[in-house]
């Protein structure tokens, strides 16, 4: 099945600072990547749509100025979570939608666990 | 737009039991269907999904799953708990191919020998 990566798997980072999150389909060109949050013992919530080429389209009450989200080629997109505070601590998960095929679904990185301390 | 309820956000069966775990959904469109299964610090895997066609579904690992559109339900089975089988549990629903999916708020499934 096609392969989606994400790096790096964890990080801590001082509150103040930016970190930066990629996702890469491995095997395959997407041209659709999403950017999902996970609480702990809760859902995942959409934050991001990601269209190579073009600007995210941010769900409702997600910062764009805070979450900076690229999809600079067919196979990358990165999340850059700015001047990241204790809130922003969570398991960040992106996904890649295959182009055309009807029956075609998202796949998912192994997600990302960002400690802010 | 698009919702899921997913009944019980806590699921304890014996090893050898049925395994049930209940989804209801909510789409203006035709929906897509997915289960995907989350072990500890990891991320989802796909267990089986629902597009169009015959609308029992069956997944890896043993598990199926019937989409009943009269009853807006896509219910996951599976005949056989497996210790294994412990995990977190999401349904999640799109309206399209490739779209971004609608989660419900998980089922922990616990599996006692």
């Known amino acids: 099945g096609a392969v989606v990566s994400q790096h790096p798997s964890w990080v801590i980072c001082k509150s103040g600072t930016s970190v930066k999150i990629e996702c890469r389909s491995l095997?395959?060109?997407?041209?659709?990547m999403f950017w999902y949050r996970q609480f702990p013992k809760q859902s995942l919530m959409l934050m991001a749509t990601?269209?190579?080429?073009?600007?995210?389209?941010?769900e409702q009450g997600v910062e764009k100025d805070k979450f900076l989200i690229n999809h600079a080629s067919l196979t990358l997109s990165t999340l850059t979570v700015t001047s990241a505070h204790p809130e922003d601590s969570s398991f960040y998960i992106c996904s890649a939608s295959r182009p055309v095929a009807s029956t075609d679904t998202q796949y998912f990185g192994p997600g990302t666990r960002l400690t802010v301390l | 737009a698009q919702s899921v309820t997913q009944l019980g956000s806590h699921v304890s069966v014996s090893e050898g039991a049925l395994v049930l775990l209940r989804c209801n959904y909510s789409s203006s469109v035709p929906p897509y269907l997915f289960w995907y299964v989350q072990y500890p610090n990891q991320g989802l895997q796909l267990l089986l999904k629902?597009?169009?066609?015959?609308?029992l579904v069956k997944g890896i690992n043993g598990f199926e799953a019937e989409f009943k559109k009269s009853e807006t339900s896509f219910h996951l089975t599976k005949p056989s708990a497996h210790m294994s089988d412990a995990a977190e549990y999401f349904c999640a629903v799109s309206g399209q191919a490739g779209t971004a999916l609608i989660f419900g708020k998980g089922t922990t499934l616990s599996v006692s020998s």
């Open positions: 095997d395959f060109q997407a041209t659709t």
């Open positions: 629902y597009t169009t066609g015959a609308t």
């Open positions: 990601s269209n190579e080429g073009s600007k995210a389209t941010y």
